[in-house]
């Protein structure tokens, strides 16, 4: 099974940008789905999750920014993420909540000020 994120890139702060991730299988069912972020040195964190019948959490430096959202049909996660920040620079990767699978290669976000 392989986890590809797609959609990252260079924008500027407040600009918008919106993340896929696509599994090779049928893995998504029944799992609840997250976007975790990691900047070099500093652990993986997770930013958004979204329940198998669609309830959403999130960390709260992103709340009211980044949407998260998935297709199980199309066995597809999506991050919408809004006016971001420097901060919100990281590579960014798609996994289950618990259950994880071999993580993927992440997609980078850079955000400049």
């Known amino acids: 099974v392989q986890l590809q994120a797609s959609g990252g890139g260079l924008v500027q702060a407040g600009g918008s940008l919106r993340l896929s991730c696509a599994a090779s299988?049928?893995?998504?069912?029944?799992?609840?789905m997250a976007w975790y972020r990691q900047v070099p040195g500093k652990q993986r964190e997770l930013v958004a999750r979204?329940?198998?019948?669609?309830?959403?959490t999130y960390v709260d430096s992103v709340k009211g920014r980044f949407t998260i959202s998935r297709d199980s049909a199309k066995n597809t996660v999506y991050l919408q993420m809004n006016n971001l920040k420097p901060e919100d620079t990281a590579v960014y990767y798609c996994n289950r909540v618990s259950g994880l699978l071999t993580w993927g290669q992440g997609t980078q976000v850079t955000v400049s000020s």
């Open positions: 299988g049928r893995i998504f069912s029944g799992y609840a």
């Open positions: 979204v329940s198998p019948l669609g309830t959403t």
